[in-house]
């Protein structure tokens, strides 16, 4: 574990640097827009859609394989789930809440924080380690990278262990 941490401390500064290109953006914020009036539409506790990676100029580290806008619905539980095949890294750049990942709950702490450090800020979440989000008064939104290719995305319910695939959708250039 302490291995891992260390590891993670070499690359957040590579994944913040990513997420302040995508942050500015115009099109991120559009795209963010669009994903809030999914939501409303939907009765799942969230919509997402992919970035793709080739299109950031900010350099990601080699074993990022995709990256991910989440929109969460305020004051709806994500669902506790984990990926067995992907170890995720993920900033909430709006909103509120709290996280319960493995065993350990916190308050959520936003992107760009002065007052935190980047592992207070990032969730490195390893691969088969349930997790869960809890949003606040308003819509969550996050970004996520995958050590593994969007098509090949899996998510198990702690709850049911119902198994989910993320579909393969066409890639959001933002």
């Not at 302040?20 to 795209?31: A, F, N």
Request: proline share 7%.
């Amino acid at each position: 574990m302490r291995e891992e941490r260390e590891v993670a401390a070499n690359y957040l500064p590579q994944l913040n640097e990513a997420v302040t290109e995508l942050i500015t953006r115009p099109t991120t914020h559009s795209l963010i827009d669009t994903l809030k009036q999914q939501l409303q539409q939907t009765p799942e506790p969230f919509v997402w859609s992919t970035i793709e990676p080739q299109s950031l100029t900010a350099p990601l580290p080699d074993s990022i394989r995709s990256s991910w806008i989440f929109v969460l619905k305020k004051d709806v539980r994500s669902g506790c789930h984990y990926h067995p095949n992907s170890i995720q890294h993920m900033v909430m750049i709006e909103g509120e809440g709290t996280s319960k990942v493995g065993t350990i709950s916190r308050q959520m702490k936003q992107f760009g924080d002065p007052d935190c450090s980047l592992e207070e800020i990032w969730y490195v979440i390893p691969e088969g380690v349930p997790h869960e989000f809890f949003p606040g008064g308003r819509d969550m939104v996050v970004v996520s990278f995958h050590t593994c290719d969007s098509d090949e995305l899996k998510e198990i319910s702690c709850d049911s262990g119902a198994a989910r695939e993320y579909e393969p959708r066409s890639w959001t250039r933002v």
